[in-house]
């Protein structure tokens, strides 16, 4: 089998992961992780930019490894091949295994805010120069330009 993975870059380690020790053949996209700051009508057409550049490419399928992330995968289509995607709100969702165990853990831990390896790893950027949600509130800034 053949597929075509694209992946926000949040999981560069564990898609790398999956992928080197898959018996498939899988060519590996990673976008920059802050896509959802930038609304449906930016994500989108991001996304389905990629898709479209894979179209005839001869792939069995093309695997999205994104959550629901704030509405940005909804309407993309493959125009010839299966459009694969997890069932899933957000990437913490995928990084805990199922909505049950987030809904748990965050009901016992309320106002618990999530960082992951990819998320510490990764510039917090968009790849298109648009500032991200984190960046506007300054949250990406080191302390020496807080000081400032």
Same mark, same amino acid.
């Given at each position: ?61 093309i695997v999205m490894v994104y959550g629901l992330c704030n509405n940005g995968i909804v309407g993309l289509e493959a125009r010839d091949t299966r ?20 809904? =748990?853990?965050? &009901? %016992?831990?309320?106002? /618990?805010?999530?960082?992951?390896? #990819?998320?510490?790893? *990764?510039? =917090?950027?968009? &790849? %298109?120069?648009?500032? /991200?949600?984190?960046?506007?509130? #300054?949250?990406?800034? *080191? ?6």
């Amino acid at each position: 089998m053949r597929l075509q993975v694209l992946c926000c870059e949040v999981f560069f380690r564990e898609v790398c992961l999956l992928a080197a020790n898959s018996p498939h053949t899988i060519d590996v996209a990673f976008l920059p992780k802050g896509l959802h700051d930038l609304g449906v009508e930016r994500m989108v057409p991001r996304l389905q930019e990629q898709i479209d550049a894979r179209s005839g490419e001869g792939y069995d399928a093309i695997v999205m490894v994104y959550g629901l992330c704030n509405n940005g995968i909804v309407g993309l289509e493959a125009r010839d091949t299966r459009l694969v995607f997890a069932r899933a709100h957000d990437c913490i969702t995928l990084f805990m295994g199922d909505r049950q165990r987030y809904l =748990d853990y965050f &009901g %016992a831990h309320p106002g /618990t805010y999530y960082r992951t390896t #990819g998320w510490l790893e *990764h510039a =917090d950027s968009t &790849g %298109a120069g648009e500032e /991200t949600v984190s960046q506007k509130l #300054g949250l990406a800034m *080191h302390y020496e330009e807080m000081v400032r």
